[in-house]
């Protein structure tokens, strides 16, 4: 299930909108619309940021013209969110263990006998 993606900016908890990727042999930076999966050499951005980011001195800014727009939700992703419900609702079966004759259950604790009445 993939879940809102937020702004890499350290502070910002807006959604992100914008992936940033840097292409080091050219010395460009470039925003595009958020990309499909999360990777790890890029940088998700939220909308702000994404139009305000600076390149260092020597650096070119490659950006994405028109809107950013957050993704909408597929049915892929409901259909994920559905099974991921569906399975945090299953509880386990609990293996109960046989109870040795002269005790007494309660819970997950026994009283057990004390052997010296006898």
Same mark, same amino acid.
Not at 91 to 115: K, S, Y
């Given at each position: 299930?993939?879940? &809102? %993606?937020?702004?890499?900016?350290?502070?910002?908890?807006? =959604?992100? $909108?914008?992936? @940033? *990727?840097?292409?080091?042999?050219?010395?460009?930076?470039?925003?595009?619309?958020?990309?499909?999966?999360?990777?790890?050499?890029?940088?998700?951005?939220?909308?702000?940021?994404?139009?305000?980011?600076?390149?260092?001195?020597?650096?070119?800014? &490659? %950006?994405?013209?028109?809107?950013?727009?957050?993704?909408? =939700?597929? $049915?892929?992703? @409901? *259909?994920?969110?559905?099974?991921?419900?569906?399975?945090?609702?299953?509880?386990?079966?609990?293996?109960?263990?046989?109870?040795?004759?002269?005790?007494?259950?309660?819970?997950?604790?026994?009283?057990?006998?004390?052997?010296?009445?006898?």
């Amino acid at each position: 299930m993939r879940s &809102v %993606r937020r702004c890499s900016r350290t502070g910002c908890g807006n =959604p992100a $909108v914008a992936t @940033l *990727t840097y292409a080091y042999a050219d010395s460009t930076a470039v925003v595009g619309p958020l990309a499909t999966y999360s990777e790890p050499h890029s940088y998700d951005l939220c909308e702000e940021h994404a139009l305000r980011l600076t390149a260092p001195r020597g650096w070119e800014v &490659v %950006r994405h013209q028109g809107e950013f727009r957050a993704p909408e =939700p597929t $049915v892929d992703d @409901l *259909t994920a969110l559905a099974e991921a419900v569906r399975e945090a609702g299953r509880t386990p079966a609990i293996e109960v263990p046989e109870v040795p004759a002269g005790t007494i259950r309660r819970g997950h604790l026994r009283v057990l006998p004390d052997p010296n009445e006898d």
